[in-house]
């Protein structure tokens, strides 16, 4: 049997080491949503962040400051 490659496709990832995701130390990254296994990435003029999954292909999906909060939290 072998072991899933690191970046294939099936759902979020939690990640527990910067060390796994070199993003997470970037300005434009939401740290709480990115360690989730979503992709983190903030709309730096609005504050939106986009909540599709980690190295995900094609243009983000960006959410309300507010609602990442909430998704942060869960």
């Not at 049997?1 to 910067?18: A, L």
């Not at 970037?26 to 609005?46: K, Q, W, Y």
């Not at 909540?51 to 869960?74: K, M, Q, T, W, Y």
């Amino acid at each position: 049997m072998t072991s899933p490659e690191p970046n294939s496709p099936g759902g979020p990832r939690i990640h527990e080491t910067s060390q796994e995701r070199p993003d997470l130390s970037s300005l434009h990254v939401r740290e709480d949503v990115a360690i989730t296994g979503l992709c983190g990435n903030v709309h730096l003029p609005t504050g939106r962040t986009c909540v599709l999954s980690e190295r995900h292909e094609g243009s983000c999906h960006f959410i309300a400051p507010e609602d990442a909060e909430n998704l942060a939290a869960r």
